[in-house]
């Protein structure tokens, strides 16, 4: 199994400051054959299902704010929100689909207003 | 435009069996497509339980040791997902969702389901 482990667990930042979250898998999750990485990131808010903000590592899914991207390659990824705005507060997720049909998410990272 | 809606019992019993039906709408399953079951226990992360091909070639995440059956009915436009010998470590929102290239681009609204005598 491809274990993906978030750091930090919990995170707050200022209001307009940049926010960042790490994701790192326990293999590579870069297809060599399409240079593609095949890692998506997930914003969560409370009493609702996630939803796909970055597909392929740094491909943002429409309508979701330029202020989020995803950046990393191989074993190591990053989520950056640029300015944080009082919506943003959410969980965040990385997930692999290296494994495609069988996927594994990050423990997740909390993200708060400081 | 997509949309998947779980439904089923919100409390089941220990040892008993859960299952749950995602009824799609906006897409026919027979076109294609993986179509997956999440879960998530109340305050916990995410875990993937199992996908399904409109084929009916499915998938399962190993940690949950075979209890898992997902299926399709191509005729109602609906997967279903069975979970054998429950315990509260079952409790959680179950979520359906359609994976498009790998990311999870759809999902359900989420349907909790508690396991408690």
């Known amino acids: 199994d491809i274990v993906m482990t978030q750091s930090p667990d919990s995170l707050a930042v200022s209001l307009g400051e940049r926010a960042t979250i790490n994701c790192k898998s326990s293999q590579s999750v870069l297809y060599n054959s399409n240079k593609k990485n095949y890692l998506a990131w997930y914003q969560q808010k409370p009493g609702q299902p996630p939803k796909l903000l970055i597909y392929w590592a740094s491909t943002r899914e429409s309508g979701v704010p330029d202020r989020f991207s995803g950046s990393g390659s191989g074993t190591d990824f990053t989520l950056t929100i640029s300015s944080l705005q009082a919506e943003d507060v959410a969980v965040y997720y990385c997930?692999?689909?290296?494994?495609?049909?069988?996927?594994?998410f990050g423990q997740g990272t909390k993200l708060e207003i400081k | 435009q997509v949309q998947l809606q779980e439904s089923g019992p919100g409390l089941v019993k220990p040892s008993e069996t859960l299952s749950l039906t995602c009824t799609v709408s906006?897409?026919?399953?027979?076109?294609?497509?993986?179509w997956g079951w999440v879960r998530q226990p109340p305050g916990k992360v995410l875990e993937w339980i199992g996908s399904i091909f409109h084929n009916g070639i499915t998938y399962y995440n190993p940690s949950l040791r075979s209890r898992a059956i997902i299926s399709v009915d191509t005729s109602k436009n609906q997967l279903s997902l069975n979970l054998i010998s429950v315990t509260a470590a079952d409790t959680a929102v179950y979520y359906c969702a359609r994976p498009d290239g790998g990311s999870f681009q759809y999902w359900g609204q989420g349907t909790l389901v508690t396991v408690s005598a």
């Open positions: 997930q692999q689909y290296y494994s495609t049909p069988m996927y594994t």
């Open positions: 906006g897409y026919s399953i027979s076109s294609g497509y993986y």
